[in-house]
């Protein structure tokens, strides 16, 4: 069974940069599509991108050309790069393991194995 470990969240002032890990254990997670989900309190999870096995990669339309995510097999690790962040960034964040090789969603549903979070926080 995939086991997912989050990791490089923390607090850091508006324009400044973190990098979120995302670590594969029991299994690896070449064959799957990594998604990053955030939540923030009292909103839904929503999708900030995701990368799958072909190294395709997607964002949503509120990170684009902020966030970078991209995956080191030889680690088992999948990466979030986030830069020029804002306040309104601010959530607990997640990665997700999907089945389905060369598809990435969105949407939490195709997403079966969930790290922990890590939280993030914008704010000067």
């Known amino acids: 069974q995939v086991q997912l470990v989050e990791s490089g969240g923390g607090l850091v002032q508006p324009g400044g940069s973190l990098r979120l890990s995302c670590a594969g254990s029991?299994?690896?997670?070449?064959?799957?599509?990594i998604g990053w989900f955030r939540q923030a309190p009292g909103k839904e999870r929503e999708g900030v991108s995701c990368i799958d096995g072909s190294r395709r990669t997607y964002y949503a339309d509120s990170v684009k050309g902020r966030f970078t995510i991209s995956r080191d097999n030889t680690k088992n690790t999948v990466y979030l790069q986030m830069n020029s962040l804002k306040p309104e960034d601010t959530a607990v964040y997640y990665c997700?393991?999907?089945?389905?090789?060369?598809?990435?969603?969105?949407?939490?549903?195709?997403?079966?194995?969930w790290g922990q979070g890590t939280q993030v926080t914008v704010s000067s």
């Open positions: 029991g299994g690896t997670l070449d064959y799957y599509a």
């Open positions: 997700a393991a999907a089945p389905t090789y060369s598809y990435c969603s969105g949407h939490p549903g195709p997403y079966q194995y």
